[in-house]
C-alpha cells in the first residue's frame, strides 16, 4: 500500500511539473502581426478600416509588415473609397517584394476600372501604373485603353499620367498598343486639365525618347487647342503647355505673333513659375518675328513680371535674378528702364547682392552711368569683404563698357584707393590695369599714385597687376629697375601669376633700358630656368633667353609688340549655348547656366534651340561652339606633339570649324619665289627655319606635260574583271566609348575624277542622333567637304547609315606630320567630337599624271641622283600585263617598258598629286617562278616629301588584289 501510495503522489508531481511549464508556450500574447491579421479578417468594416491603418502607420514608420499580404489583399473587396486607397498603397509599396501575390489583386484592378464610380475607376489605372511588376503591367493596357476613352474627365486625365509610367516601364508596349497616338488625341480633348496631363506626359515621354515624336503630330489645330485651355487649367498644367509650347515651331511670322497675343497674359500670372515659362516661349517666338514693333511692344510688356519676380522671398528672387542674366544677355532692352530695380538693398543675401550688381553692369548705359556709379561707389564702403571687391571691379567694367564715363570711373577709383583700405586698394590696382590696356596713353598719369601703395600690396592678382603697370610703362617710371627688384628679391616665394608676370616685366625694361638693366635680366633668367620647378616658368625663361641672346630686334618686336585691346563684356556666354539656355528658362539649367546635359546624365540637348534657322544658316553665326575650343581640338588630337606650320597662305594656324559642312575658301595663291621677285624689300627672317626646304604645297599645280594618251595594254582574257580603283576597307576612325554612342568609320575613294570620303555612322546609344555634320582642319593637301553631310536624321538607336561626302583639294592648306594625316570635328545633336584619320595616297594621284615617253628620260636626268630613293616591295602573284593594269587603274601611269637584263622587265611610270607634285618611278619585276613578281622601285622627285607616299601607293594598290 505504501509503496503503491508513493508512486501514486510521485506520478502525480510529475504530471503537475509538465502543465506548469507549458504555460510559457500557451500564452495569450500573440503579437501585434498576428492581432493585425484577426482584424484585418474581422466582419466589421470599421474594425477592419482601423486595421488597414495601423498596417499603413507600420509601413511607414519602416517595420516589416509584408506577412500581412494576403490579409491586406482580402480587403480590396469593398465600396469604402478610403479603405481601398489604402490597401492600394500597401499593394504599391510591397508588390515588387511580393510579385507572385500582387498578381492576385489584378482581378480586383480590372473590376475596379469598369466601377461606376470614376473615383474608383481612376485610383485602379493609377495604382496599377504604379506599380512596377511586369506581370501586372501586362494586364494593364486593356483597362489602361478603356480609361484613355472613359466619358469622366477625372479618369481621362489619370490614364494620360500613368502612359508615361507604363512608358517608363516598357517603352515598347506603349507603342505597340497605340498609346501615343491615343495622347495625342487627348491634347485636342475639351477638358483643359486632361490636355494639361496629356502634354505633361507627352513631354515625359519625349524626354526619354525623342523617336516618340514622329508618332505624335503636333499641328497647328492641336496648338490652338493647347492655347484655349492654356487660359482654363491649373498653373502647373499652364507650365507643362507653356512648355510644350516652347518646342513648337511656327509655320510663319503671322502665327509667331498670334501666339505670342495669346501667352503675353500668363505674364501676369501669380506663380512665378508661369511667368518665367511664358517668357521663355516669348523670348524663343521673338527671334522668329520681323516686325520691330510688335517685338519692342512685347519687350516692354516683359519688364514689369520679371521686376515684379524681385519682391519675393529671397531664394525666389535669385533664381529670377540667374534667368533675368540670361534675357539681359540676349535682348537687353528689355529691361533698359529698368536699373534701379536692382541696386542691392541693405538686408540682401550675399548671393543676390553679387546677382543684382552683374546685372546692373550689363544694364549700364551712358544715360544711367551717373547712377551706377553712385551706387557702386556706395557699396564700396560697404563691411562685406566680397561684394566690396565685386563692386569696385564694377566700377572698372564700367569703365570698360561705357566709353564716356571711363574718367568718371578712374577718378573714382582713385577716390577709393585714397581710403587705403587694404582689399579696396588691390581691387582698384587690378582693374587700373584693365583701364590701361582698353584706353593706352590716356590715364597714364595716375601711375605715381598707384606706386605709392606698393607696400600694401599682398594678394597675387594685384601684384601681378601692379607688375604689368610698371614694366609696360617702364619708360615713365623713373625707379621701374628698384621697384622690379624689390619684387625680385622674394622671388621664389612669390605665386606663379606674379613670377611669370615679373619675368615678363623685367625682359620689357632691359628691351627698353638695356645698359641699366643687364644685371637685373640676367638674374630673372637664371631664376626663371635655373632655380625654378615650375615648367610654365622655365619654358618662357627659356623662350625669353634664346630670343635676346639670337635677335634682340625680333625679342623687341615680339615681347613689346601692340597689344589687343580687352573687349568690353569678356563674360559673355557664347551665342548658341545662350540660345539653348534661353530655350530652357525656369529650369534648373537656367540657374547653372549650363545645359542640362552637362549635368544630368543621359539627358538629350534641347531637341529644338532656334527652329527658325535653315540648313543654310549654320555656319559660324548660329554654331560657333564648334569652333570657339580654340585649339583644343588640334592639341588633343595631334598626339604626335609634331609642330604644325602653314605652308602656301592663310591667315589662322589652327583650323576654323566654324563654318560647319561647308568648303572654306581657296587660298590665295603662295608668294613668288624671292629669286624671281623684282621688288627691293628684303625677306623678313624665319625664326623656326622653313620645313619644307622650299617645296610649295598650297600652290596651284604647274603647267601638266602634254600628256599622251593612257596606255591601254592587252587585257588578260581570262581575267574575270578589269583593275579598278582600289579603295580600302573602312577603318573606325570615332568610337562610341569617345563619343557618347556615336560610332564612325570611313575610307577613301577615288570616281570619276573626284575624291570621296564613304562613311558609316553606327548609333550605338540608347537615343536617336540628328544634325550631322563635319568640317576638317587644314591639312597637306587642302582637302575638304565639296558639300554639306548628308544623314537622313534621326539615326535610330542600333542603326547604321552609310553615306559619300565628295571632297575638294581647293581648302586651307598647311604641312602636317604625318603628310596624309587630317584632323576633323564632326557634330550631331548631342556634341562636336574630333578625331583624325589618314588619307591613302592613291587617291590623291590625279588622271593628268602621265606624261609624253621622250620627256621621261630628260626630266629624270634633271632630278639629281640623291634625291633618288630605292625600295624592296613585297613579292605579288601577278604577271608584268597584270601589273601595268593595276598601276593604270590607280593613276599610276606607265610611260614606257623594256627588257632589262637578267630577265628583269622595267616599268617607267609617272604620277602626279594634286597639288602638282610630279614623281617619277622605275620599276623592275624579276619573276624567279611563274606566277611570282619580285619588284624593286626607284622613285626621283625634286620634293622629296612626297616619296614616302608614293611608296606607300605602290605597296598598297601592288598588294591589294
Keep these: 500500500m505504501f509503496v503503491h501510495g508513493m508512486s501514486y503522489h510521485i506520478g502525480a508531481a510529475n504530471t503537475a511539473g509538465k502543465m506548469s511549464d507549458s504555460k510559457y508556450f500557451n500564452t495569450q500574447k500573440k503579437g501585434e502581426i498576428y492581432e493585425l491579421k484577426a482584424e484585418l479578417n474581422s466582419d466589421k468594416k470599421e474594425k477592419k478600416k482601423e486595421a488597414v491603418k495601423k498596417v499603413i502607420a507600420s509601413m511607414t514608420v519602416g517595420k516589416d509588415v509584408s506577412a500581412l499580404f494576403t490579409d491586406v489583399t482580402m480587403c480590396m473587396q469593398t465600396d469604402n473609397l478610403e479603405l481601398k486607397k489604402l490597401v492600394y498603397l500597401y499593394l504599391i509599396n510591397y508588390a515588387k517584394t511580393q510579385p507572385d501575390l500582387a498578381i492576385l489583386a489584378v482581378n480586383t484592378f480590372v473590376k475596379d476600372c469598369e466601377d461606376p464610380n470614376p473615383l474608383i475607376r481612376a485610383l485602379a489605372v493609377r495604382t496599377m501604373g504604379c506599380i512596377r511588376v511586369d506581370k501586372i503591367t501586362e494586364y494593364l493596357c486593356e483597362p489602361l485603353r478603356k480609361c484613355l476613352k472613359d466619358e469622366d474627365p477625372y479618369v481621362r486625365k489619370t490614364a494620360a499620367v500613368c502612359v508615361a509610367k507604363l512608358h517608363d516601364i516598357s517603352s515598347a508596349r506603349v507603342e505597340d498598343q497605340g498609346f501615343l497616338e491615343t495622347l495625342g488625341e487627348l491634347l485636342c480633348d475639351s477638358n483643359p486639365m486632361v490636355v494639361a496631363n496629356a502634354v505633361a506626359a507627352l513631354s515625359e515621354i519625349l524626354d526619354t525618347n525623342p523617336n516618340a515624336a514622329k508618332q505624335v503630330n503636333i499641328d497647328t489645330p492641336t496648338v490652338n487647342k493647347l492655347l484655349t485651355a492654356l487660359n482654363e487649367c491649373t498653373e502647373w498644367g499652364q507650365i507643362f503647355i507653356l512648355d510644350s509650347l516652347n518646342n513648337y515651331t511656327p509655320r510663319d511670322e503671322k502665327e509667331c505673333i498670334s501666339i505670342c497675343e495669346r501667352i503675353t497674359p500668363r505674364l501676369a500670372h501669380a506663380n512665378a513659375a508661369v511667368v518665367l515659362s511664358a517668357v521663355k516661349v516669348l523670348m524663343k517666338l521673338m527671334d522668329q518675328i520681323a516686325n520691330t514693333e510688335f517685338v519692342q511692344m512685347l519687350q516692354k510688356k516683359l519688364a514689369p513680371p520679371l521686376v515684379t519676380l524681385l519682391s519675393a522671398e529671397a531664394e525666389i528672387q535669385y533664381v529670377a535674378l540667374r534667368n533675368i542674366n540670361l534675357v539681359v544677355q540676349k535682348r537687353p532692352d528689355v529691361l533698359k528702364h529698368e536699373i534701379k530695380a536692382f541696386f542691392v538693398k541693405y538686408n540682401d543675401p550675399i548671393y543676390v547682392k553679387l546677382e543684382k550688381l552683374d546685372i546692373m553692369i550689363r544694364l549700364s548705359a551712358q544715360a544711367n552711368i551717373a547712377q551706377v556709379l553712385a551706387e557702386l561707389k556706395e557699396y564700396a564702403t560697404e563691411v562685406d569683404v566680397d561684394f566690396v571687391r565685386k563692386a569696385v571691379r564694377a566700377i572698372g567694367r564700367c569703365a570698360i563698357k561705357v566709353e564716356p564715363s571711363a574718367e568718371k570711373c578712374v577718378q573714382t577709383l582713385l577716390e577709393l584707393i585714397q581710403t587705403k583700405v587694404n582689399y579696396v586698394v588691390q581691387e582698384a590696382i587690378v582693374v587700373i590695369k584693365d583701364i590701361f590696356r582698353k584706353y593706352p596713353n590716356k590715364y597714364e598719369t595716375i601711375i605715381s599714385t598707384l606706386c605709392e601703395n606698393l607696400d600694401s600690396l599682398d594678394e597675387p592678382e594685384a601684384r601681378a597687376a601692379m607688375i604689368w603697370i610698371v614694366g609696360e610703362y617702364a619708360e615713365r617710371i623713373d625707379n621701374a629697375d628698384e621697384i622690379l627688384q624689390s619684387f625680385l628679391d622674394g622671388f621664389h616665394d612669390e605665386n606663379t601669376q606674379v613670377q611669370l608676370q615679373l619675368l615678363t616685366a623685367i625682359v620689357k625694361l632691359f628691351l627698353k633700358k638695356p645698359q641699366e638693366t643687364q644685371d637685373l635680366v640676367q638674374k630673372v633668367l637664371s631664376l626663371a630656368t635655373q632655380d625654378s620647378d615650375n615648367p610654365d616658368l622655365r619654358d618662357r625663361g627659356y623662350i625669353y633667353w634664346r630670343l635676346l641672346s639670337t635677335d634682340p630686334a625680333a625679342a623687341k618686336e615680339v615681347v613689346l609688340a601692340e597689344k589687343p585691346l580687352i573687349s568690353e563684356e569678356t563674360d559673355l556666354i557664347e551665342p548658341t549655348l545662350l540660345d539653348e539656355l534661353i530655350c530652357h528658362i525656369s529650369s534648373l539649367a537656367s540657374v547653372y547656366h549650363k545645359p542640362p546635359s552637362a549635368f544630368v546624365e543621359g539627358r538629350v540637348p534641347v531637341r529644338k534651340i532656334q527652329a527658325a534657322r535653315t540648313a543654310t544658316e549654320t555656319t559660324a553665326e548660329t554654331d560657333p561652339h564648334i569652333g570657339v575650343e580654340d585649339d583644343r581640338i588640334y592639341n588633343e588630337a595631334d598626339e604626335t606633339g ?150 537622313p536624321s534621326p539615326v535610330a538607336p542600333g542603326v547604321t547609315i552609310s553615306t559619300s561626302l565628295p571632297l575638294v583639294t581647293t581648302g586651307p592648306v598647311m604641312r602636317m606630320d604625318p603628310l596624309l594625316k587630317i584632323q576633323m570635328a564632326m557634330k550631331n545633336d548631342i556634341d562636336v567630337f574630333y578625331f583624325e584619320c589618314h588619307v591613302p595616297p592613291h587617291v590623291l594621284l590625279v588622271e593628268e599624271g602621265n606624261m609624253e615617253r621622250n620627256l621621261f628620260p630628260q626630266m629624270w636626268r634633271e632630278i639629281p641622283d640623291e634625291k633618288e630613293k630605292s625600295f624592296s616591295l613585297p613579292a605579288v602573284n601577278k604577271s608584268t600585263d597584270q601589273i601595268e593594269q593595276v598601276l593604270a587603274a590607280n593613276n599610276v601611269f606607265v610611260v614606257a617598258t623594256r627588257q632589262g637584263p637578267d630577265n628583269e622587265y622595267l616599268i617607267f611610270t609617272s604620277v602626279m598629286f594634286s597639288n602638282g607634285i610630279r614623281v617619277l618611278g622605275e620599276l623592275r619585276v624579276k619573276a624567279p617562278a611563274p606566277g611570282v613578281a619580285e619588284l624593286t622601285l626607284a622613285l626621283k622627285t625634286q620634293n622629296e616629301i612626297a616619296i614616302p607616299e608614293v611608296h606607300a601607293a605602290f605597296v598598297s594598290v601592288l598588294t591589294a588584289a
Design 642 to 791: 609634331a609642330p604644325q606650320e602653314e605652308v602656301g597662305g592663310g591667315d589662322l594656324l589652327i583650323g576654323d570649324l566654324l563654318s560647319l559642312d561647308y568648303p572654306a575658301p581657296t587660298p590665295a595663291a603662295p608668294p613668288v619665289n624671292n629669286a624671281n621677285n623684282t621688288n627691293n624689300q628684303q625677306p623678313v627672317a624665319d625664326l623656326l627655319g622653313d620645313i619644307f626646304g622650299g617645296m610649295d604645297l598650297g600652290g596651284a599645280p604647274p603647267p601638266a606635260m602634254a600628256a599622251a594618251p593612257p596606255p591601254n595594254p592587252a587585257m588578260d582574257l581570262f581575267s574575270l574583271a578589269t583593275p579598278t580603283n582600289f579603295v580600302p576597307p573602312h577603318q573606325v576612325i570615332l568610337t562610341a566609348q569617345k563619343a557618347k554612342g556615336l560610332e564612325v568609320s570611313a575610307t577613301f575613294a577615288r570616281r570619276n575624277k573626284a575624291i570621296f570620303m564613304d562613311i558609316n555612322i553606327t548609333n550605338k546609344s540608347m537615343m536617336g542622333m540628328s544634325g550631322f555634320a563635319i568640317q576638317f582642319n587644314k591639312n597637306s593637301f587642302g582637302l575638304a567637304p565639296a558639300k554639306p553631310l548628308a544623314v
